[in-house]
């Protein structure tokens, strides 16, 4: 009997102790946290009253706000290139779109060429009192750029600001009141005209005679190329010294889909259609006048 009771006993406290391990194990895991829970992606935790408007600018989630900060961080890479590109360059716009084909095969049209002040990178014996190497000393010493001796000059036809610029070689420098078409001209680019015959001969003032590379004859004879006169130092705008092929025809089709949005003398670079296009070509296409008549 006294075995069967204390067999009884310690299966009685066997249970307690159990029960007492259980009570203890439910209490500390009602004492453990809960684990935290994950933000969702879309939980925006800025608030203007805690972070203040700039904070929360920056690094709310927003829908509308994303979009504006997205605007604004375009424009800024904009200003940003345009500020390098004009410090290399030394003119606005930096760069100007071929729309024609009086260059080629040099430059084609839909090129997209980056243009330097005039004083900007000179080569051998440019003409005095400017940067410019024309064809006949380019011939002699060496200087080319584009496929070609002498420098690609960019200049406005007879000095009219109305007029499209036009973007050709310089091939001789003249004087006023020079027989430059005896004197210096290929007769081939003159159709074998004598200075009688050619309107800007005598030349009518000191300035370069140009031509296209892909033209017949010179800008300054009769119905050729860029219909102007002898070139003066100041009508000239820059100079081209490289290309990018085909960038060109995105300021080109902007164009033609939104002329009114192409105002004259005036930089239309925030006028595009989204912000990514914006960083791209905005600061190097969109500003008047980027295209250069090539005829």
């Not at 190497?133 to 690609?152: I, P, Q, S």
Request: aromatic share 8%; hydrophobic share 35%; with cysteine.
């Amino acid at each position: 009997m006294g075995s069967g009771s204390g067999r009884g006993d310690s299966g009685t406290d066997g249970s307690r102790r159990q029960s007492t391990l259980a009570t203890q194990t439910t209490r500390e895991r009602d004492r453990t946290p809960p684990p935290p829970q994950r933000a969702r992606p879309d939980d925006d935790r800025v608030t203007i009253e805690d972070d203040g408007p700039i904070r929360w600018f920056l690094r709310t989630n927003n829908g509308t706000v994303v979009a504006v900060r997205d605007v604004l961080s375009s424009v800024a890479l904009v200003a940003v290139i345009g500020l390098v590109l004009f410090g290399i360059s030394g003119i606005w716009p930096p760069l100007v779109a071929v729309e024609s084909g009086s260059m080629e095969p040099n430059m084609e049209r839909g090129d997209m060429i980056f243009v330097v002040a005039e004083d900007r990178f000179a080569g051998d014996d440019p003409v005095d009192g400017t940067g410019i190497v024309t064809r006949e000393a380019g011939l002699e010493n060496g200087h080319e750029k584009f496929g070609g001796a002498g420098d690609v000059i960019i200049f406005r036809p007879n000095g009219n600001a109305r007029e499209t610029p036009v973007i050709h070689r310089a091939h001789f420098w003249v004087e006023a009141d020079e027989n430059w078409v005896d004197g210096q001209a290929n007769p081939e680019f003159v159709n074998g005209a004598s200075c009688e015959r050619v309107r800007a001969c005598p030349a009518p003032h000191d300035g370069f005679v140009t031509k296209g590379d892909a033209n017949s004859g010179y800008d300054q004879t009769a119905n050729v190329g860029a219909d102007t006169s002898v070139v003066k130092p100041e009508w000239t705008t820059g100079k081209g010294m490289f290309r990018i092929p085909w960038l060109g025809h995105v300021r080109l089709s902007f164009e033609k889909l939104f002329p009114f949005a192409v105002i004259p003398d005036v930089s239309s670079t925030l006028t595009l259609l989204s912000p990514t296009l914006l960083g791209m070509v905005g600061a190097i296409g969109f500003a008047y006048p980027p295209r250069s008549r090539r005829r």
